[in-house]
C-alpha cells in the first residue's frame, strides 16, 4: 500500500509477490535448465577424480610409501589439504550463523551457498584423513577403542558434529524452497522428482505455525553452530598444538587456525559466489554490496592474521629457544621462505591493500584479492604442517619433504570433488534463500508502516 | 573407567538439547497464536494439523541432533576391554614389587663401534634380534658435536618417557605404558594416524611406509607388542626395551652386543642393573656418575639415562682432526636390500 512514501525502494505487496515470483524462476532454472558446459566440467572433474583415485589404489596396495612422506615429516600434503578444507568450511557458520545472529541483512542471498561450501568442504576434509591413515581398514578401532584423552578423537567428535548440525542448518531453511520446488515439480508432472523434494519439504505448507516454528528452530541452529564452529577448528590446531614440537608448540594456536579458517572461508565464499553469480546470471541479487562487505570483512581479518602471526613469531623469536633458529631461518630465509613471504605479503598485505582503495574495490579486485587469500591459506597451511617436523630434534640432517605425483593426484582429486559437489548441488537444491529473501523484502516493508502481508504470501500453494 | 559416565553425560546432553530445542518451539508456536501477528489471517484453523507438521519437523531436527549421539557414546560402549592393549602379566621382583625397567647409556664407554670397525654393534644387533625392517634402527647412534669441538656417539633408543607424549596423543589407546614402565606398541590396534610420531620429541619411532620385509621364521613368532614380530604395514614400530627377554631372565639385544659394556639395563625399583659383565646400585650409579636425561626440560620423563662421556673409558679421542662424519654401511645399501639377512 502507501509505503513507497517512506523510502523509495520499498516495494507494495504485489512486486513483492513479482519480486518472489521473479526469485523462484531464478533459482528453479539451474534445475530443469543444463547447460553442455555443465557435462563438459562434471566430464573433466570426474576425469580428475578418476586419476586421484587410482592413486589412492596405488597407495592401497603398496603402502604410504608411494608419498613423499617418511619417518622424518611423517605428516605431509593430505594433512595440510585437511586443514584447509575444514577451514573453508567455517564460510557457512560466517556467513549464515554470525552475520544471521547480528542481523546483517546483505547477507541472505548468499547464505545458502555458503552453507553448501560448509557441508562440502567438511566431506572433502574428512575423506582426507582416512586417505592419510596407515590401516584405513582399521578406521572403525576409532569408535572402538577411541581414547577422549586424544585430540584425534577431539577432531573426531567435532567435525562429526559440525557436520551433522551443518547439514541440519542447510536443510531446515532450505525447507520452504524446496516445497516450492516440490509443488512445481508436481504441477510439471515430474512425479519422482516432485517425490524426491516432498521428503526435504518434511510436509511444509506455509501455514503460520510452521513459519514461526522454523524461524525458531533457524533462530537457535544459528546460535548453537557458532560455538561448534570454532571448537572444530580449535581442535584441528590441537592435533599440533598438543605435541612438544618448535613451531607447534603454541598456546595461540586455536586462535590462529580459527582466524584463518574464517579468512580462507570468506575467500572461498566470494570465489564461489561470483562464479555461481556469472553463470547463473545472480546480479539482480548477489550485488556488488555483497562483494563489498565481505572484502571489509577480508580485509579486517587480514589485519587480525598479521596480528596473530607477530604474537607468535614475536614471542617465540624473541626467546629463540632450542630449535627455534632453525624453523625461522627455513622459514623466513630458507627453503618456506617463498611460501611464508607469499602468504604474507600475496596473502595479507596486498589483498588488504586492494580492498582499501576504492579504485581497486571493485567485485574482480574482490575477487582477485579472494583468490590471493585462498592459495596463500593453502601455502600457509602447507608450511605450517611441514616446517616444524622439518626441524631436527636429534643430531641429524633435515629431511626434505616433496610430495609425489600420488599426493598431488589426490589433491587435486579433493579440489575437482569439492566443485563436483557443489555442482551437483547446484543443479538439485535452491541456490538461494528465496524464502528468506522475501522475508527481508517484507520487513523492509513493515518498516514504513503498513501491516504484514498475508502470511501466505511467504508461500502457500499456487 | 568412565564408561557410565560419558555415556550418561552423552545421553543428557542430547536430550537436554532435543528438549530445549521442543520447548522453544512449542513456547513460540504458542505465543505467537496469542499475540496473533498475522490478524488479517483466519487464525489456524486446524490444530491437528499444525501440531503434526510441527512434530515432523521436530522429528528430523530431533533425529539429526540424535545422530551425533554415536560419536559421543560409542567408544564407551565398546571400551569395556579398557584402552591399554594386553602385554604378560608384569614382573615381579623381591617382595612382590612390579618391576621398573630401565636402562643407563654409559657415554664414556661408547666409541660407536669405531674400535671395531663396524656399524654399532647394538643397531645391528637391535635389528637382527627383533628383525626389525629396513630402514628402521630402534637404537640408533648419532654422532653429537661437543661444545668444546671434537665428537661424541650417542646411541638412542626409545627414552621410555614417563610421561609419555606418543601415548597421551594416540587415539586407539595403539600405544600404552606397561606397569613396568616401558612403552609398547600394539601393531594390531594401530591405525597408522602418525600423531605418535608427530608427537615424539626424540624422533624414536617408525613407520611401516611399505609391507615389511618378512623373514622366514618371524612367521612362526607369536605376536606381541612385547617383541612386534612380525612386522605390519601401515603400523608405528619403536624400541620395545625388550621386556619379554628381561622377564625371562636375559638382557635385551643392544646391550648383549656391546663389546664395551656401555649399556646397563635393570630395575629401579630393587636398584640394581648390569651390563653383563658387572654389576651396578643403580641409584649410586646415576647419582655419581651425574646421570643426565634427553631434553630433561621437556618434562617426559624419560627411563633411560645417560652418563655423560665420548669414548674416553674405552681410549677414544673425541678429537681427530680432518675425520669425515661416521657414515653407517647401510646407508648406501641398495634400495630392496634386507638389513636382517646374515
Not at chain 1, 566443485?419 to 517484507?442: D, H, N, S, T, Y
Not at chain 2, 497464536?33 to 483466519?42: F, Q, T, V
Not at chain 2, 651390563?275 to 620423563?301: C, M, P, W
Request: neutral net charge; proline residues 6%; charged residues 20%.
Amino acid at each position: 500500500m502507501a509505503v513507497g512514501a517512506a523510502s523509495g525502494r520499498v516495494p507494495d505487496v504485489e512486486s513483492l509477490r513479482e519480486y518472489e515470483r521473479r526469485l523462484e524462476e531464478t533459482t528453479l532454472r539451474p534445475v530443469l535448465v543444463t547447460s553442455s558446459w555443465y557435462w563438459v566440467l562434471v566430464g573433466v572433474l570426474l576425469a580428475v577424480i578418476g586419476v586421484g583415485v587410482y592413486a589412492w589404489t596405488t597407495q592401497l596396495d603398496n603402502g604410504l610409501v608411494v608419498t613423499g612422506m617418511r619417518d622424518r615429516v611423517a605428516w605431509g600434503l593430505y594433512i595440510s589439504v585437511f586443514v584447509f578444507f575444514v577451514g573453508i568450511s567455517h564460510a557457512g557458520t560466517l556467513i549464515s550463523a554470525i552475520l544471521r545472529v547480528t542481523k546483517a541483512q546483505w547477507r541472505t542471498p548468499i547464505t545458502r551457498i555458503a552453507e553448501f561450501i560448509t557441508v562440502v568442504a567438511l566431506v572433502c576434509g574428512a575423506s582426507l584423513i582416512v586417505v592419510d591413515m596407515g590401516r584405513p581398514d582399521r578406521l572403525l578401532n576409532v569408535i572402538i577403542h577411541g581414547r577422549w584423552q586424544s585430540p584425534i578423537l577431539w577432531d573426531v567428535l567435532a567435525i562429526t558434529t559440525y557436520l551433522t548440525a551443518s547439514v541440519i542448518y542447510l536443510g531446515i531453511p532450505m525447507v520452504p524452497d524446496v516445497a516450492y520446488f516440490r509443488d512445481r515439480m508436481a504441477s510439471m508432472g515430474h512425479r519422482t522428482r516432485a517425490a524426491f523434494y516432498r521428503f526435504f519439504a518434511i510436509g511444509w505448507e506455509g501455514l503460520p505455525g510452521q513459519v514461526k516454528a522454523l524461524s525458531r528452530a533457524v533462530g537457535v541452529l544459528a546460535i548453537i553452530i557458532i560455538p561448534i564452529a570454532v571448537s572444530v577448528h580449535t581442535v584441528v590446531s590441537w592435533i599440533f598444538g598438543m605435541t612438544l614440537r618448535v613451531g607447534w608448540n603454541s598456546t595461540i594456536f586455536g586462535l590462529l587456525f580459527v582466524a584463518g579458517a574464517i579468512f580462507s572461508g570468506i575467500a572461498t565464499l566470494v570465489i564461489v559466489m561470483a562464479l555461481l553469480r556469472r553463470i547463473y546470471h545472480l546480479e539482480e541479487y548477489i550485488t556488488k554490496v555483497q562483494f563489498v562487505n565481505l572484502g571489509y570483512l577480508l580485509a579486517a581479518f587480514t589485519l587480525i592474521m598479521m596480528y596473530i602471526n607477530l604474537s607468535e613469531y614475536l614471542t617465540t623469536g624473541f626467546k629463540l629457544e632450542e630449535g627455534e633458529e632453525f624453523l625461522f631461518r627455513q622459514l623466513f630465509l630458507g627453503q618456506f621462505a617463498g611460501l611464508y613471504w607469499f602468504y604474507f605479503i600475496g596473502g595479507l598485505a596486498i589483498p588488504g591493500l586492494i580492498i582499501l582503495f576504492k579504485r581497486t574495490r571493485t567485485i574482480a579486485g574482490i575477487v582477485t584479492a579472494a583468490v590471493l587469500v585462498d592459495v596463500a591459506m593453502f601455502a600457509e597451511r602447507y608450511f605450517i604442517v611441514i616446517s616444524a617436523q622439518r626441524v631436527p630434534l636429534l643430531p641429524y640432517e633435515p629431511f626434505d619433504y616433496m610430495p609425489t605425483w600420488v599426493e598431488w593426484s589426490i589433491f587435486a582429486a579433493a579440489i575437482a570433488f569439492f566443485i563436483l559437489l557443489i555442482a551437483v548441488f547446484v543443479k538439485i537444491f535452491p541456490i538461494m534463500a528465496v524464502w528468506e529473501m522475501v522475508e527481508e523484502r517484507k520487513l523492509l516493508g513493515r518498516d514504513g508502516e503498513s501491516a504484514a502481508p498475508a502470511p501466505d504470501a511467504v508461500r502457500g500453494r499456487s | 573407567m568412565t564408561i557410565a559416565t560419558a555415556l550418561l553425560i552423552g545421553v543428557v546432553v542430547v536430550l537436554t538439547l532435543f528438549f530445549a530445542l521442543r520447548v522453544l518451539l512449542s513456547r513460540r508456536v504458542r505465543g505467537g497464536r496469542k499475540e496473533g501477528s498475522a490478524p488479517s489471517e483466519d487464525l489456524q484453523p486446524d490444530e491437528a494439523i499444525l501440531s503434526g507438521d510441527r512434530r515432523t519437523f521436530l522429528k528430523v531436527v530431533g533425529i539429526g541432533g540424535l545422530s551425533v549421539l554415536p560419536a559421543v557414546a560409542l567408544p564407551a560402549v565398546f571400551n569395556s576391554e579398557a584402552g591399554v592393549a594386553s602385554t604378560e602379566s608384569p614382573a615381579t621382583g623381591p617382595g612382590g614389587r612390579i618391576r621398573q625397567w630401565t636402562m643407563i647409556i654409559d657415554l664414556r664407554s661408547c666409541d660407536g663401534c669405531q674400535s671395531q670397525d663396524s656399524p654399532p654393534k647394538c643397531t645391528t644387533a637391535c635389528i637382527e634380534g627383533h628383525l626389525a625392517p629396513e630402514p628402521m634402527e630402534w637404537i640408533q647412534v648419532f654422532e653429537e658435536e661437543l661444545e668444546g669441538g671434537g665428537t661424541r656417539f650417542l646411541p638412542t633408543p626409545c627414552m621410555q618417557c614417563q610421561n609419555p607424549p606418543c601415548v597421551n596423543v594416540c587415539p586407539v589407546g595403539a600405544t600404552f605404558s606397561t606397569p613396568e614402565g616401558a612403552v609398547l606398541i600394539d601393531q594390531e590396534r594401530c591405525i597408522g594416524c602418525r600423531i605418535c610420531m608427530a608427537a615424539c620429541p626424540y624422533d624414536r619411532r617408525f613407520f611401516n611406509w611399505s609391507d615389511p620385509p618378512i623373514p622366514p621364521e618371524a612367521l612362526l613368532a607369536d605376536y606381541s607388542p612385547d617383541h612386534q614380530i612380525p612386522a605390519t604395514k601401515g603400523t608405528v614400530m619403536k624400541c620395545d626395551m625388550c621386556p619379554d627377554m628381561a622377564r625371562a631372565g636375559t638382557l635385551p639385544y643392544c646391550s648383549q652386543a656391546c663389546p664395551n659394556g656401555a649399556i646397563y639395563y635393570g630395575d629401579l625399583e630393587e636398584d640394581i642393573a648390569t651390563n653383563g659383565r658387572e654389576i651396578v646400585s643403580v641409584s649410586r650409579f646415576l647419582t655419581t656418575n651425574n646421570a643426565e636425561v634427553l631434553k630433561e626440560h621437556l618434562g617426559t620423563k624419560p627411563r633411560v639415562f645417560y652418563i655423560p662421556g665420548h669414548g674416553e673409558a674405552v681410549g677414544r679421542d673425541p678429537f681427530t682432526e680432518g675425520r669425515e662424519p661416521t657414515e653407517w654401511p647401510w646407508v648406501q645399501r641398495v634400495e630392496g636390500s634386507q638389513t636382517w639377512s646374515r
